[in-house]
């Protein structure tokens, strides 16, 4: 299993725009299912943006139409492009390779 590492977070402004990378301690040119969960105090994880297994896009309702997820394969690296920021996007976000491999989390937070 590879271990997946994310980039630092941050502090924005709401109507801002950060991207976070998600880099593998290995190869993921095979690995399809890969994707960006968050979570939200005093909320569950909840689906951000995902591959999927099947090789489909999918993005959580919220965030359709601002956010995007791309990879690198040839730097093994999944991104999350995230443009008009709102306050309730803040929440740690995760990363995950493959089926059981999450990254650490890292904090986004969106001051109004």
């Known amino acids: 299993q590879v271990r997946p590492v994310e980039s630092e977070g941050g502090l924005v402004q709401a109507g801002g725009s950060l991207r976070l990378s998600c880099t593998a301690s290995?190869?993921?040119?095979?690995?399809?299912?890969m994707g960006w969960y968050r979570r939200a105090p005093g909320k569950q994880r909840e689906l951000v943006a995902a591959?999927?297994?099947?090789?489909?896009?999918v993005y959580g309702d919220s965030v359709k139409g601002r956010f995007t997820i791309s990879r690198d394969n040839a730097k093994n690296t999944l991104y999350l492009q995230m443009n008009s920021l709102k306050p309730e996007d803040t929440g740690v976000y995760y990363c995950?390779?493959?089926?059981?491999?999450w990254g650490q989390g890292t904090q986004v937070t969106v001051s109004s």
């Open positions: 995950r390779v493959g089926l059981f491999s």
């Open positions: 591959f999927t297994s099947g090789g489909s896009t």
């Open positions: 290995g190869s993921i040119f095979s690995i399809n299912a």
